[in-house]
């Protein structure tokens, strides 16, 4: 059996960025070191990184000392506010792509614009956009018109295109002024481009990340798009032999949160086949 893996995998830029943070501050710091949420969505990698003294924590009530890490999708304003009142030393490993999302989404605030975040509403980048918008946002999943006369748009970065334009065609229908920042990633949109094309080439899909990430689950739903036979795993022990009876080929792609060390398992069981 081939097995094509895609060029784009493993670590983004924004997360190689946050863990190399991370892992310098716990080696540097004699401070424990905390991180509001996991770091990134990943918790083969979260486990890895509690090992090394990194715990994760969902806020900062209990915490007195140490330092605290802003992850990888942002967190809220309130969060941040919290962690200053207290006088807690921090670090921010927000992605840069995803700041911009929030500078943009402020600027289309601050000039009369009511602010669409296009993406799902419960994940951390778009609950850290909208509280920097005092929450004065709207944040859509589906084509949805709005009544209002100046509309700004922004996106989650892990969005795939099409759901952008789907989304964008239906508030072009009542908007007087549309303004629009396509605020998807790029690492986003090459990994979905190469996914589709390696999915194209081959008898199954195989979509190597968290469960919890949201840009793991796009890939599997554009692969979906050219190719119904996809599966989505965390770990190669979720494979199951049964699924590669009589396949010539398969191809397999990774969410930006999964370490290299669980893809490069996931091939060599494949291989093994
Ligand atoms: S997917 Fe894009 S926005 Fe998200 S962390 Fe990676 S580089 Fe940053």
Redesign the pocket.
């Known amino acids: 059996m081939i097995v094509l893996k895609a060029k784009n995998i493993g670590f983004?830029?924004?997360?190689k960025r946050?863990i190399n943070m991370v892992l310098k501050e716990a080696g540097d710091s004699r401070q424990k070191v905390y991180t509001m949420g996991p770091i990134?969505h990943n918790p083969q990698m979260v486990n890895i990184l509690k090992e090394k003294g990194i715990t994760p924590v969902d806020d900062v009530l209990g915490i007195n000392d140490g330092v605290v890490v802003f992850r990888?999708?942002g967190i809220k304003k309130d969060e941040e506010e919290s962690i200053k009142r207290k006088g807690l030393r921090s670090i921010d490993t927000t992605?840069?792509?995803?700041k911009r999302v929030r500078k943009h989404a402020l600027y289309l605030k601050n000039n009369g614009y009511k602010v669409v975040i296009i993406g799902d509403k419960n994940h951390p980048?778009v609950k850290s956009v909208l509280s920097y918008l005092d929450n004065d946002g709207i944040v859509l999943q589906e084509p949805l018109a709005i009544e209002a006369k100046k509309i700004g748009v922004v996106s989650q970065?892990?969005l795939d295109k099409g759901t952008f334009v789907n989304i964008v065609r239906e508030l072009a229908r009542n908007a007087h002024e549309l303004r629009i920042f396509n605020t998807i990633?790029?690492?986003?949109e090459v990994r979905q481009k190469e996914a589709v094309d390696l999915a194209g080439k081959v008898d199954m899909m195989l979509v190597v990340g968290g469960k919890n990430s949201a840009?793991t689950s796009k890939l599997c739903k554009v692969v979906q798009t050219v190719q119904p036979r996809v599966y989505q795993i965390e770990t190669a022990d979720e494979i199951n032999p049964e699924w590669f009876r009589g396949l010539q080929n398969v191809g397999i792609t990774a969410g930006?949160?999964t370490p290299d060390l669980i893809i490069d398992s996931v091939e060599r069981r494949v291989k093994n086949f």
């Open positions: 983004c830029f924004g997360v946050a990134i990888t999708h992605c840069p792509f995803v980048e970065t892990t990633c790029e690492s986003t840009n930006a949160s």
